[in-house]
């Protein structure tokens, strides 16, 4: 199965921006979507963005529409997360991952990476 690899993350303040990377270690097939997810510390595994790779159809949860922008890059099979005017409510682990539809539940996507941190200080 697909392996994804996540980097990106970092220690950056309210305002300012990160792109995060989410690498497959093979070719993303059309049919696929691949979605960003993420996690604090106590919370529940949160929806953020999805992508439908081969459509190329992008989706995002309210909490970061207007600020992020998911995308893909075929080549590389590598999908990205513009993350803009970034807020502390936004740190936490980040997870990229596979399904076949864009839901916006964790469990309805079966192929995970290990995840970057993100943390947005005041």
């Known amino acids: 199965q697909v392996q994804l690899v996540e980097s990106g993350g970092g220690l950056v303040q309210a305002g300012d921006s990160l792109r995060l990377s989410c690498a497959a270690s093979?070719?993303?097939?059309?049919?696929?979507?691949v979605g960003w997810f993420r996690q604090a510390p106590g919370k529940e595994r949160e929806f953020a963005s999805a992508?439908?790779?081969?459509?190329?159809?992008?989706y995002y949860s309210d909490s970061v529409k207007g600020r992020f922008t998911i995308s893909k890059e075929s080549a590389t099979n590598t999908v990205y997360l513009q993350m803009n005017s970034l807020k502390p409510e936004d740190t936490a682990v980040y997870y990229c991952?596979?399904?076949?539809?864009?839901?916006?539940?964790?469990?309805?996507?079966?192929?995970w990476g290990q995840g970057t941190q993100v943390t947005v200080s005041s």
């Open positions: 991952a596979t399904g076949t539809s864009p839901s916006q539940s964790a469990r309805d996507y079966k192929n």
């Open positions: 093979t070719r993303i097939y059309s049919s696929l979507v």
């Open positions: 992508i439908r790779w081969g459509r190329g159809s992008t």
